[in-house]
C-alpha cells in the first residue's frame, strides 16, 4: 500500500514568510499531502490573540505545532530586534525541531515525515533534515530576480562594490550611479536597487553575510519553490534554472488556491486582529476609485514622512483605505494629524490590518501605495492594480524596479517624502492607460499560470509528484549529526558550511 507523503513546513518566524507558507501548505494538502505546519510558540499565541484558538485547530490531515524561537521575551521590544530573532532560530531552533520529528513519529497519529519544507532565513533546518535522513525543499518568499540578486553578495564583495568605502557613498549618489550589469538573466540595475543590505560599510555586516547565506543555502535544498511564474520573470528564471536543475514556479499561490479552492484547507493565520468591516466600506465606492495604503508588517515612518503621505493622499481627492499599524512609527501609536483627519471626512476609511488579498481583488480598489515587499507586489500584480512604490528594505528596492521598469505597472516614490510626488504619482497611475492597461495584462497572465495548464498549476502537481516519490523511497541514510562547535562554525563569521543536497527522483 502507498505510503501518505508527509510534508513538514517550517517557515520563518515573519508574517513574510508565515504567509506564502501557509498559502503553499494549504496547495499541498488539497492536493493529498499530510501537513505539519510548525509555528513559533511566541507566534502561536499572537495568532490565538488576534483570530482566537480555532485559527490554529486544523483538520484531518493538516496540524499544527509549534518550537521556541530562541529568543527571550525581555529581548522582543529591542531596537535590533530582527537580527536578534534570526540569530536565535539560526542558533537555538535545530534541537527542538529535531525533536518535534522524534515526536511526531512517536505520535503515531501522522505518517512519517517524509519531506521537509522550510522558508529562507531558516536553513538550519537544512542540517535537521540531513541528520534525520529527511529530503528537503526550500520555499524562497521573494522573488527569482531578488534570489538572484542576494547569491551575488559575494561577488560584489570580490569586485569590491561592498562594503562602501564610507559613509558619505550613502548620501552621494553612488547608489544610484554604479550600475551591475553582469548579474545573470537581469538587466542592468543600480547597486541602490539590489537590496538595502549593500548599504553598509561594515565588512562583517549581519545582515549582509546572513542573508548572503540563506540565499545560497536555498539552493542546497533538493529542490528551491520559487512564488512567481515563468511569465513573469522569464529571463532570470532562466538563468537560475541552468545553475538549479529542480525549480518549481508556483506564484502566485494566492491564485493557485482560488484556483483550486485551496483556501478551505485551513482558516489563515494573522499576527494582528483584521478589520472585516472594511470591506463593507469598500463596497459602498465607485470601481476603480479607491486609493489603498498599506507598507507591510516591518515599515516604519517618522512622524514627519506619516504627515506627508497623509496630505499627499487627501490632496488626490480620493477616497482611501490606509493601513495604519499601531506600530507604524517608533514608539507608536501612529497619529494622523487632526488637520488631516477632519479634511479626509466621508473619503477614508482607517484600520490597523486588514485581509491585503481580498481589500486588492476588490472592484473599488485602483491604485495600492506599497513597501514592494514580495507578497504585496505579487499580489497586486495578481489583481491588476497599479501600484505607487516606497521600497525601503531587503529585496523591496529590486521589486519596485522590476515593477515601475520591466511590467510597467507603478512609479516610484522618492527616499524623501514629498506630499506633491505623492499626490501626483497616485492620480497619475490611476489615470494613465497605459500604466493600468499594463496592469490588466499582467494580471491576465498570472491567471493563465495558475489554471490548469498553467506553468506554476502544473509545476504545482509536478512538485507534488516528487514528493509523492518520496514517500515511496527508501529513507536517506542519515548524516553524521554535527556538534555545536562545527554547527556554529559553519553559521558563524565565515559561513563555509557545505550542506549536502538529497536527490529527487525526476
Known amino acids: 500500500m502507498a505510503k501518505t507523503p508527509h510534508a513538514l513546513v517550517v517557515p520563518y518566524p515573519g508574517s513574510g514568510n508565515i504567509n506564502p507558507a501557509l498559502q ?14 510548525v509555528n513559533t510558540e511566541h507566534n502561536h499565541r499572537r495568532v490565538v490573540a488576534a483570530e482566537g484558538a480555532a485559527a490554529l485547530r486544523g483538520r484531518e490531515g493538516f496540524r499544527f505545532e509549534t518550537i521556541p524561537d530562541g529568543l527571550l521575551d525581555a529581548d522582543r521590544d529591542a531596537a535590533d530586534y530582527d537580527i536578534g530573532l534570526s540569530v536565535a532560530t539560526s542558533r537555538r531552533c535545530a534541537a527542538p525541531l529535531r525533536e518535534l520529528v522524534a515526536r511526531l513519529e512517536l505520535d503515531g497519529a501522522a505518517p512519517p515525515v517524509t519531506c521537509m519544507v522550510f522558508t529562507a ?15 528537503t525543499m526550500a520555499l524562497w518568499g521573494g522573488s527569482a530576480a531578488s534570489l538572484m540578486t542576494h547569491m551575488r553578495f ?23 550611479t554604479t550600475v551591475i550589469d553582469w548579474i545573470p538573466g537581469m538587466p542592468p540595475i543600480s547597486l541602490g536597487d539590489i537590496s538595502s543590505f549593500v548599504r553598509t560599510t561594515d565588512p562583517d555586516d549581519f545582515n549582509l553575510r546572513f542573508n548572503e547565506t540563506e540565499a545560497n543555502n536555498c539552493t542546497k535544498a533538493g529542490a528551491l519553490i ?48 483584521q478589520d472585516t468591516e472594511c470591506t463593507a466600506w469598500l463596497d459602498t465606492q465607485e470601481p476603480g476609485s479607491v486609493v489603498y495604503v498599506n507598507f507591510g508588517s516591518l515599515t516604519v515612518l517618522t512622524q514627519a514622512q506619516l504627515a506627508e503621505f497623509a496630505w499627499g493622499i487627501a490632496a488626490t ?42 481589500v486588492l481583488h476588490h472592484r473599488a480598489v485602483g491604485c495600492f501605495v506599497t513597501h514592494n515587499g514580495w507578497n504585496s507586489t505579487c499580489e497586486g500584480i495578481a489583481a491588476g492594480v497599479p501600484m505607487v512604490c516606497w521600497p525601503g528594505f531587503a529585496d523591496q528596492y529590486t521589486n519596485c524596479k522590476y515593477a515601475c521598469e520591466a511590467w510597467g505597472v507603478g512609479l516610484r516614490l522618492d527616499t524623501e517624502v ?15 492607460e497605459e500604466t493600468r492597461g499594463n496592469a490588466a495584462r499582467w494580471k491576465a497572465k498570472a491567471e493563465v499560470a ?31 549529526k554535527l556538534n555545536d562547535r562545527e554547527y556554529l562554525h559553519g553559521r558563524g563569521l565565515e559561513f563555509t558550511m557545505n550542506c549536502c543536497q538529497f536527490a529527487m527522483s525526476d
Open 24 to 37: 503553499l501548505a494549504k496547495l499541498l494538502h488539497g492536493r493529498g499531502v499530510y501537513v505539519t505546519f
Open 121 to 135: 532565513l531558516m536553513s538550519f533546518a537544512l542540517d535537521v533534515a540531513r541528520e534525520l535522513g529527511i529530503p
Open 154 to 176: 559575494r561577488e560584489l564583495r570580490e569586485r569590491g562594490y561592498i562594503p562602501l568605502k564610507d559613509e558619505s557613498f550613502l548620501t552621494n549618489g553612488h547608489l544610484d
Open 226 to 273: 520559487l512564488n512567481t511564474f515563468d511569465d513573469l520573470e522569464a529571463d532570470v528564471l532562466a538563468a537560475l534554472r541552468r545553475e538549479y536543475r529542480r525549480i518549481y514556479t508556483v506564484g502566485p499561490l494566492g491564485s493557485l488556491l482560488d484556483a483550486g479552492a485551496g483556501r478551505a484547507a485551513t482558516g489563515g493565520l494573522s499576527l494582528w486582529k
Open 317 to 358: 481627492g480620493r477616497p482611501f483605505l490606509w493601513v495604519v499599524r499601531e506600530n507604524l512609527v517608533p514608539g507608536g501609536p501612529a497619529e494622523l494629524p487632526a488637520e488631516f483627519v477632519a479634511e479626509t471626512v466621508g473619503r477614508r476609511c482607517l484600520t490597523t490590518w486588514c485581509a491585503q488579498e481580498q
Open 418 to 432: 514629498r506630499r506633491e510626488q505623492v499626490a501626483g504619482h497616485v492620480k497619475q497611475v490611476m489615470e494613465s
Open 450 to 480: 495558475a489554471r490548469p495548464g498553467g506553468s506554476s498549476y502544473e509545476n504545482m502537481q509536478s512538485m507534488v509528484e516528487a514528493i509523492n516519490s518520496l514517500s515511496l523511497s527508501s529513507p536517506t541514510t542519515p548524516q553524521p
